[in-house]
């Protein structure tokens, strides 16, 4: 019986652990385990001018370095911005390198109802999305910092809108088309270009993503007290090796490790990750692509794709297209955008079980049409798949609760004994048919289920400004009234008296201490989230409730 609740207390503190670091990273605090969070204290800086962010020309076996050599001064930002809107996306392209310099996504909305600017570039901030050329001998081309000029703008034939800037340099044009779907958080990118004059040096088309590396802005209440990414940072994603996250601090010390090279017929991307959104450049698949990452500026991180587009004939054209991801990560929507984009909805480690219980979850809000009670009916359904274990649970639990009083007995008639006692407990045990650790099996295995729900929850953007009923208006978001929080001690107190009595005084205060403690912890866990829990302890109340009853009138 000691052995049982020890074991029971020790699986409930190393996940309230667990939990509560997990909790700690979130909020950019160390984690007990190791590992600097992001640095929030510094201020992202453009760079300075008098010197140039171009990025060097990838070899096939290396990434690209920090910062280029050539000593280009950076074009002056002339300030002029060019706007391109459908129903779900707002962008504003700068006159300077024709980069995508703001972005808000019109649909998700803030706590004072404002669209959430995700991609922009300020004083203090800086998230944008660039394109440019390069070539070996030739850094003076149409890049990221050039002085670009709008050639035609409105509606295509199917009513999409667009834009086309230019600019040209060493007798090299450049074109970017940018246009917008209607419905759609993917951007038509295309990049043609022309020469005037012969030049023996292949051109280098680069697509990339240019963040700080400062925390993300928390945005309203609707961020809640868990507003902070799972991961902030790059990403890239290549057929061969799949999804790979970059630390900013691994860019910082030239340490990070991902595949290079993107080969021609195989998918490939680079994105910028943070909670709930993200951006991401796809290039098409034709020729084979450098990755690459480096730091351009204090506090000042890149990811891209370099595509080479080879040597260009004058009187000729090449088109190179692109598309550009800017919007929340729905997993539905990531799944058509590309191959393995969806990827970017991060679930941590548990991702095997998390994957199969937000595709439930989905298929039962299609029917419900809310998420709180999608949650109530999810739990009541893993309740089910666990019933027979439960069951064996509660019934190994009453048993316990049948031989309470020999057990008290016996600690009085072996005092001071404590492997006479261990012995007759094991043969009482053994006579009764009864597992001591009976009870602990299916909170075990609960455990992964619950962890995998939280990252589900922390991570689904489905949930941002999910209300269920009444003061619920947000299931992302911690009980602004702390109810369920509340119930969820009560319900746990209630199931600690349905328990056998321990023992052991000591323990028998721990177990009555344990709904207090997590219930605190649980002030701070997403409504959703608390949800499950709550739903999931009146479950087992009842199941309990019953089987005790059962054999009660057996014992009579």
């Avoid at 031989?403 to 404590?418: A, I």
């Amino acid at each position: 019986m000691d052995f049982k609740k020890t074991i029971l207390w020790a699986v409930f503190s190393l996940s309230g652990l667990m939990l509560y670091n997990n909790w700690m990273v979130h909020e950019g605090k160390p984690s007990f385990f190791g590992g600097t969070p992001v640095n929030t204290s510094q201020q992202a800086q453009n760079p300075a001018a008098g010197k140039t962010d171009i990025p060097q020309q990838a070899s096939s076996s290396s990434t690209v370095a920090n910062t280029a050599t050539q000593t280009t001064s950076l074009a002056k930002d002339s300030g002029e911005r060019f706007t391109l809107k459908n129903d779900v996306l707002a962008l504003e392209i700068s006159a300077n390198g024709a980069n995508v310099v703001d972005a808000k996504l019109l649909k998700e909305l803030t706590s004072d109802q404002k669209p959430v600017e995700l991609l922009q570039q300020t004083p203090t901030h800086t998230y944008i999305a660039r394109s440019g050329l390069i070539a070996m001998g030739n850094p003076d081309l149409p890049n990221h910092t050039s002085a670009f000029k709008v050639i035609q703008s409105g509606k295509d034939g199917a009513g999409r809108p667009f834009i086309i800037l230019s600019s040209e340099r060493n007798g090299v044009k450049l074109e970017k088309t940018f246009v917008l779907t209607p419905g759609s958080y993917v951007v038509d990118v295309g990049h043609r270009v022309t020469q005037a004059t012969a030049n023996t040096a292949p051109l280098v088309l680069y697509t990339e993503i240019l963040r700080d590396g400062s925390e993300e802005k928390k945005i309203g209440p609707f961020g809640g007290a868990f507003s902070a990414s799972t991961f902030t940072g790059p990403a890239v994603y290549t057929d061969g090796e799949k999804f790979k996250k970059v630390q900013f601090s691994d860019i910082e010390k030239n340490k990070v490790s991902i595949p290079n090279q993107v080969p021609a017929g195989q998918p490939g991307w680079v994105a910028m990750v943070q909670h709930y959104f993200a951006s991401a450049w796809i290039p098409g698949d034709k020729a084979t692509r450098d990755i690459y990452t480096g730091k351009v500026d204090n506090d000042l991180y890149r990811v891209g794709i370099q595509i080479p587009l080879g040597i260009v004939v004058p009187g000729n054209a090449i088109v190179e297209k692109a598309q550009l991801f800017i919007g929340p990560q729905e997993e539905r929507m990531l799944e058509s955008a590309a191959p393995g984009l969806e990827l970017l909805k991060d679930y941590g480690y548990l991702t095997i079980l998390a994957k199969p219980i937000f595709w439930l979850l989905e298929k039962i809000h299609t029917y419900v049409g809310n998420w709180g009670w999608s949650i109530i009916l999810l739990t009541i359904f893993i309740k089910l798949v666990f019933f027979p274990l439960s069951a064996a649970s509660y019934k190994s639990m009453a048993r316990m609760k049948e031989v309470q009083p020999r057990l008290t007995l016996m600690k009085e008639q072996f005092k001071g004994e404590p492997q006479k006692l261990n012995t007759a407990m094991m043969e009482m045990y053994r006579k009764e048919k009864i597992n001591p650790l009976g009870g602990c099996l299916p909170v075990v295995i609960q455990i992964p289920v619950f962890i995998s729900l939280y990252w589900v929850l922390l991570s689904s953007v489905e949930m941002r400004g999910a209300p269920w009923i009444l003061w619920i208006q947000d299931l992302s978001i911690p009980d602004p009234y702390y109810i369920l929080p509340i119930i969820m001690a009560v319900s746990m107190f209630v199931q600690t008296k349905l328990n056998p009595t321990p023992p052991d005084p000591i323990q028998a205060k721990v177990m009555m201490y344990m709904p207090i403690v997590f219930s605190i912890m649980f002030f701070f866990f997403p409504a959703g989230l608390v949800l499950y829990w709550v739903t999931n302890n009146l479950l087992s109340i009842a199941q309990q409730w019953q089987i005790n009853r059962l054999f009660g009138k057996k014992t009579a």
